[in-house]
């Protein structure tokens, strides 16, 4: 059985580590990434607040060696999902099964005035040119503003505005600031009341304004002012750090898998209306969250049931919904929310109040998929 595999992020990444691990030398994947390296979303984070930087945090697809995987670096032209069969720069490939992973593209060029006057901190470029300006930054009003739903990491504006907060304290020009988020949720994290009351609670000892159920459309460069979509009320800043609008990648687009903008799977088996096609991670509208600890765990069930099914066993697995996120409150401490996402019930989390365990505990939590993808604990 050929498994061919699109996108090698959180997605692809543990599919392909999965399959060899369990199939050894019987494994016969193609693995296909346009990019060169590999970067966890929240090291853009790290970046952006000069933590790391930009060359620290890539996991070159070079160390990724696994048995029975080919990695090829190339662009994804067009995808038949019918045929099982993509063209890329490098020619064209097949499989047995096909496995969506591309994840979702960012757009900012599609709120007007972002790439002029804000800064988006969703790519590692981004982020790096959001860090020179903070680092230059005097005082003054900051927005984070999100621009679009569904986005990536939906606690992350919020763990950005706690880290502007810690930041520009250290910097001594917290004072001379205002800090305001702007994001479409009602609560920063709908699904764990718990955690959303510690978070709202933080941003009031910080004074930090929280702007729910809303989103910015565009930027009025000339004035400095965001504009909000739902009522066209104005948010004056000095600096502004924007989510990008998401978008289902071009290819899959024209691929005919995408369904209102992402790809439907069906939530037990991860299987898209074509058969023996599946997509896991940013790419579906799956029902969890666009965070790559839900791509990882369905990439990991997709896995075992791919074997099961080769190997004709009749109790296939099916995913459960289940991630842990963790979430950054500033100050090297990190919180922790442990979720569940199932299909027509409503998602259920606990909350671990942040902690510096904790903190050590995200470490070793990303420190332990680079050895496993990567070979090294970097
Ligand atoms: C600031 C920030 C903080 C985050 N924090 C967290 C966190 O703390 N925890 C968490 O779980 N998640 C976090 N995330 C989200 C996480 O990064 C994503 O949800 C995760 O990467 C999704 O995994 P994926 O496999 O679906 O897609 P991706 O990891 O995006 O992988 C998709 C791959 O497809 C490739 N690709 C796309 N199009 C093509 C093409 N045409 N040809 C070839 N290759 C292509 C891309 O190069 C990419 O490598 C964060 C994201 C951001 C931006």
Known sequence: MRVLVLG???????????????LGDETDVVLIDQSDAFVFGFAKLDVMFGKRDAAAVRNRYADFVKPGVQFVQTTIR???????????????????????????????AGTPGLLEDGHEFYSVAGATAA?????????GRVVIAVCGAPYKCP???????????????????????????VMPLPVPIPPAPDASKAVLAAFEERGIEFLPSRVVSHLDVERHVAVVAE??????????????????????????????????????????????????????????????????????????????????EGDLPTYGGRGICYLEFGDQRVAEVDVTFLPGQTPFGIFREPSAEQAEGKKRWASSRVERWFGSSR
């Not at 090698?8 to 369990?22: D, H, I, N, Q, Y």
């Not at 038949?80 to 900012?108: Q, R, S």
């Not at 860090?131 to 005082?139: L, P, Q």
């Open 8 to 22: 090698a992020g959180f997605g692809g990444l543990e599919l392909t580590t999965r399959l060899s691990e369990v």
């Open 78 to 108: 067009s995808i038949d999902p019918v045929a099982k069969k993509v063209e890329t720069d490098a020619g064209p490939f097949e499989g047995d099964v096909l496995v969506v992973a591309l994840g979702a593209d960012l757009d900012p």
């Open 131 to 139: 860090r020179d300006v903070i680092d230059r930054f005097e005082g």
């Open 155 to 181: 606690p992350a504006p919020s763990e950005t505005a706690l880290l502007i907060h810690a930041h520009l304290v250290a910097r001594g020009v917290r004072e001379a600031s205002t800090v305001t988020l």
């Open 231 to 312: 009522d066209g009320a104005e948010i004056p800043y000095d600096l502004l750090l924007g989510v990008p609008k998401h978008l289902v990648p071009e290819v899959v687009a024209a691929s005919g898998l995408a369904v209102d903008g992402w790809v439907p799977v069906d939530p037990a088996t991860l299987e898209t209306s074509f058969p023996g096609v599946y997509a896991v991670g940013d790419v579906t509208s799956i029902g969890t969250p666009k965070a790559g600890v839900f791509a990882e765990g369905q990439a990991l069930t997709l896995a075992d049931r791919l074997v099961a099914l080769a190997r004709g």
